[in-house]
């Protein structure tokens, strides 16, 4: 049986299937939290030190940006997950009154490669911040994620690396299934929900089999884990084409650490309901612009005289009020006006774009959106090429 909690509403932990596509597994939902409902489809900005960065709570709400992404290692890490409950909360602590979804941990600890030790119990590792010796298992896991108070904690599984031996994947399935029986009995927070993580590596019979064994636990959602570690595209998707079939239609699908378009279009259309990455807020931060027609430099020569905005047709803060060439100059002289309006406008993006799909399977329309993103994608960077090859 599951660990009681108090739970004040009984919708929390609920996911309503609204409507689902015709043409494809595609579907729209919306899971209720204990700090409101998530519709999805949905992407989720990531938060790992407690804030987006670059950005405030209330400029993500203004977003319209309903969940958001906590580090387990890191907040662990730093300022400490005490701190944090003696602040009341994570949700108090960063001034966030919608959903956050904390991860485990579980990823960071086992990409700390010859940092850590790895046995049956947990993970042995030295801190990245200051060498100090930790160590985190499951319970230890579970015990950081209820401290913080997230709505929904993730437990805590090993995530082989690719390429992984069958045989190395087969011991991580192990030890992943028996750490969330131990997670699914350890307290939780107020309303806290928990999800599982499918592993399995690039082997389609250890994800069957991690997604059936995980599915008998009965959790609140299910995770497809394990991809996006450095495979080619065409992988992750066989990743989620492995794994999605053998997860329940009445719970929430999380696919973790996919964030391009073009792979969160195709998992949608395979019956995903969840995304998260850094890639919005990270590209912002190198100068990339995000748009539906893919990617672009704004730091390029090419845009020092362009009076467009960073999107045509685009309706955020940024786009609104300023030029590509102003933000390039903002750029080129080191002003952090220009990271924070091109991380406003790629989380513009981001999140309209999961809105706009949404739209599409409850209208039916799921397909020809799938056509026309494709059909238009990567445009931008063609013409920035092609562009850039005129000018010199």
Not at 77 to 92: A, F, K, N, W, Y
Not at 151 to 174: H, L, N, S, T
Request: aromatic residues 8%; negative net charge; hydrophobic residues 35%.
């Amino acid at each position: 049986m599951k660990p009681e909690t108090k739970n004040l509403n009984p919708e929390i932990g609920k996911f309503e299937l609204l409507n689902t596509d015709s043409s494809s597994k595609a579907r729209r939902g919306r899971l209720h939290t204990a700090h409101g409902t998530i519709e999805t489809p949905v992407f989720m900005p990531v938060g790992t030190q407690a804030t987006v960065k670059a950005m405030s709570p209330r400029e993500m709400d203004e977003l319209g940006c309903e969940v958001l992404l906590g580090n387990t290692y890191h907040l662990n890490d730093r300022p400490g997950p005490d701190l944090i409950e003696r602040m009341g909360g994570l949700h108090q602590f960063m001034g966030w009154d919608r959903a956050i979804l904390t991860d485990s941990g579980g990823y960071q600890v086992f990409s700390l490669g010859n940092l850590n030790k790895i046995t049956n119990e947990g993970v042995s590792f030295r801190s990245h911040s200051d060498g100090a010796t930790h160590f985190i298992g499951p319970r230890e896991s579970m015990e950081i994620q209820r401290k913080l108070g997230s709505d929904i904690a993730m437990v805590f599984d090993e995530c082989p690396p690719y390429p992984c031996e069958k045989e190395y994947a087969c011991q991580a399935v192990r030890r992943t299934l028996d750490w969330a029986a131990i997670c699914r009995e350890t307290p939780r927070a107020e309303g806290q929900l928990v999800f599982g993580i499918v592993q399995g590596s690039t082997h389609a019979d250890l994800r069957e089999e991690c997604a059936k064994a995980l599915v008998e636990m009965d959790f609140d959602g299910y995770a497809i884990g394990g991809v996006s570690v450095g495979e080619p595209d065409e992988l992750i998707l066989r990743g989620v084409d492995d794994t999605v079939d053998h997860l329940p239609a009445g719970k929430p699908r999380y696919l973790m650490g996919v964030g391009e378009m073009a792979q969160m279009v195709e998992s949608v259309a395979r019956g995903v309901d969840m995304f998260d990455c850094v890639m919005p807020t990270r590209q912002a931060r190198n100068g990339t612009v995000s748009t539906r027609r893919g990617r672009y430099p704004v730091k390029a020569g090419l845009y020092k005289e362009d009076a467009r905005p960073l999107e045509e047709g685009c309706g955020c803060y940024a786009c609104k009020n300023f030029t590509r060439a102003y933000v390039r100059h903002l750029l080129n002289v080191g002003e952090i006006l220009g990271l924070r309006l091109i991380t406003i406008h790629n989380l513009h993006c981001y999140l309209e774009f999961l809105k706009d799909m949404r739209k599409a399977i409850a209208t039916e329309t799921f397909d020809a959106f799938r056509a026309e993103f494709h059909a238009g994608y990567r445009l931008v960077l063609e013409e920035h090429t092609l562009n850039v090859k005129e000018n010199n």
